[in-house]
């Protein structure tokens, strides 16, 4: 039954693919139909598993569909996405699709916006030492014995449900609006003559550093919180029998004990942070002069400017690349820096 | 003062207090300071929908006292008082974005939760193999998903689509969003059901019941509050999205962020319609986070604390 509906996928993807090349004609307009027979033969796959292997399929069944989902949609794009990277695409020019080797990679090499976003990537990353100081405080402040606890925490946490668009045009364009905006002002009122946000380069990085701290300075400090509120009380008032006085106590017991957390906390900010767009596409665009520019941006801008699907996939693909090595890097590092202490 | 005071306050008990009254007055400052810098921009986003275009020039803040409040910037939106009963061109359109926004995130959360709740399952209870990929690999490929930055599949997603028409419908955007939010889905919930102790199924079977039935019967109500906190998540996240919709879609699928970010584009100063705008793409998310809060702040920390 299973190389029933294989066969049947075989078939019509064939049939789609002599009639692209122009072999015959079968009047599809479209890929839709391989599409739908993929749907069929991944059904007809779950349902035979329970069929000839019984109670073993039973459970196959829990993670197949999941698992089949995730490989038709990330794998397949990933392979094709490979097959685009080496060609020369333009989506509006007529030619369509050419093979051209390394010709993508070698223009990358000489395109210094890519190396100036790669860049910036890097100190938007290092901006996240700052965010965790400020969420590890504020998460210190709400563990703490205080009234209104849940009104704070309320008001901690709307940033982070308000859309990035949103908030680009709340923050960005409207609050830091050069005349009228209100932090203008207040900028002006503490003595800066003429407050521009996104004047110069490293106003205008400083400036989009802040408004997505502010969004995720939220989510830190929420994870931060479940590992306090984790801490056994029996723990703090050990060491403060033994006389370690607040900042100590802070040093030797809190602190190595959120450790594990920090670092979850860290490497999952780390992978938001890497996917930084919105708020840089709808804010500056990448100006000053791709000073704000961030990879995902830049490859935005490039496909939407110049349509240049061919030249967009390889930046993006070499970015997979340096991440995939990057978080791996840091996830061992991790590992082993936790390692004695749990 | 006589001697026979039991409790008196020495020097340093004095000091001690003093102390501490300045230590909660630092706790409270700080803290009241950050709730300001959280919801000013909101409340000034709310506001300014109020407001005409002197009232912003000046920088006036408080309704009623340094402004009159007017309708304008609902006006334009179709979306006050006295225009939503009339046609409104703008209103279909809010509308409209504010429909498909809804179903796709709706839609990507449940496909989503449905199928990450399943696999996590699957994964915390019994021991696969795939070919060489163990229990721990195929988790790993699973999570690993949330690594992949958006862009490596925007692209060829945009020329797949293209070719299978499913470019500028909802499909096309539920299927990759559930892509997107399926791994934060299968991590809350792996910790969800490895906090549920295996005897509870092993009774069930025992009873009489399959797999799946002691999974439907027994394990799912126990689970619900955290597929709650995976849902919430996940449609948060689902309707903030803006970078695949903005790709991916142009005119029928919109999403209400596009829109948003359409507008900012193209209006120049009309900040009134604009803040209107905003605040009426914020507010469904202000009242999940104010309503829902306990469900948000539990799932993201159930991936914190092992």
């Known amino acids: 039954m299973i190389w029933g509906s294989a066969v049947v996928m075989a078939a019509v993807a064939l049939a789609q693919l002599g009639q692209t090349s122009g072999w015959w004609n079968l009047g599809f307009t479209n890929w839709r139909p391989t599409l739908y027979a993929y749907c069929l033969w991944a059904t007809v796959l779950c349902w035979a598993q329970v069929v000839i292997r019984g109670e073993q399929g039973k459970r196959t069944l829990f993670v197949l569909p999941a698992a089949l989902f995730v490989v038709s949609l990330t794998v397949f794009p990933l392979v094709f996405g490979l097959v685009i990277a080496f060609s020369s695409w333009n989506l509006s020019s007529p030619d369509g699709r050419t093979f051209n080797g390394f010709d993508n990679l070698r223009q990358m090499w000489a395109d210094p916006f890519y190396w100036n976003a790669l860049g910036n990537m890097v100190w938007y990353t290092l901006a996240i030492a700052v965010e965790y100081t400020i969420a590890f405080g504020l998460a210190l402040l709400l563990n703490s014995q205080i009234r209104a606890r849940k009104f704070f925490r309320v008001a901690f946490l709307l940033p982070l449900m308000l859309s990035p668009v949103a908030v680009s045009w709340m923050v960005g364009k409207s609050m830091l609006e050069a ?164 | 003062m006589t001697e026979t005071a039991i409790f008196k306050d020495t020097e340093a008990d004095r000091t001690f207090r003093a102390k501490w009254f300045a230590n909660r007055l630092a706790v409270y400052g700080v803290l009241i300071l950050w709730a300001i810098i959280c919801l000013f921009p909101i409340y000034w986003t709310i506001t300014t929908s109020f407001k005409m275009a002197p009232n912003v020039m000046q920088g006036n803040m408080v309704p009623w006292v340094d402004f009159d409040p007017r309708w304008l910037g609902w006006r334009s ?84 689509y293209r070719e299978m028409a499913l470019l500028d419908t909802r499909i096309g955007l539920i299927l990759l969003y559930t892509l997107t939010v399926l791994p934060i889905v299968i991590w809350i919930m792996r910790d969800q059901f490895a906090g549920i102790p295996t005897e509870l ?106």
């Open chain 1, 179 to 342: 005349r009228f905006g209100p932090l203008a002002r207040l900028a002006r009122a503490l003595g800066w003559d003429n407050p521009s946000f996104f004047g110069s380069p490293e106003v205008a990085k400083m400036t989009i550093m802040l408004m997505d701290a502010w969004t995720f300075i939220p989510f830190m400090m929420i994870m931060l919180l479940a590992g306090l509120q984790a801490i056994p009380k029996e723990l703090t008032e050990a060491s403060r029998v033994d006389g370690a006085t607040g900042w100590k106590s802070f040093w030797e017991v809190t602190f190595p004990l959120m450790l594990p957390v920090t670092i979850t906390a860290i490497l999952i900010r780390i992978i938001f942070k890497l996917k930084l767009a919105d708020i840089v596409i709808n804010v500056t665009a990448g100006g000053p002069g791709g000073a704000t520019d961030t990879v995902t941006s830049f490859i935005f801008r490039e496909y939407r400017d110049r349509s240049n699907v061919g030249y967009g996939t390889m930046l993006a693909m070499v970015y997979l690349v340096i991440i995939v090595i990057f978080m791996t890097v840091l996830m061992k590092l991790a590992a082993r820096w936790t390692r004695p202490q749990t």
């Open chain 2, 77 to 160: 939106l179709g979306l006050s008082p006295d225009t939503i009963g009339a046609e409104s061109t703008v209103r279909d359109e809010f509308m409209k974005r504010f429909l498909n926004s809804t179903i796709v995130s709706l839609a990507s959360s449940t496909l989503a939760v449905l199928l990450g709740s399943l696999a996590a399952y699957g994964l915390s209870r019994f021991s696969y193999k795939f070919g060489f990929m163990k229990n721990d690999d195929i988790s790993f490929f699973f999570l690993s998903q949330l690594i992949l930055p958006p862009v490596v599949l925007a692209l060829p997603f945009l020329v797949l």
């Open chain 2, 201 to 306: 199924e092993e009774a069930a079977m025992v009873d009489g019941l399959g797999v799946w039935g002691a999974f439907f019967t027994i394990i799912l109500p126990i689970a619900l509050p955290g597929m709650v906190a995976a849902f919430i998540l996940s449609l948060v996240l689902t309707w903030n999205e803006y970078f695949f919709a903005a790709l991916l879609t142009s005119t029928h699928a919109n999403t209400l962020p596009v829109m948003v970010a359409s507008q900012t584009g193209s209006q120049g100063i009309s900040w009134w319609s604009m803040a209107a705008l905003s605040s009426a793409a914020i507010l469904p998310l202000i009242v999940i986070g104010v309503v829902l809060e306990r469900f948000i702040i539990k799932g993201m920390a159930a991936g914190a604390v092992k």
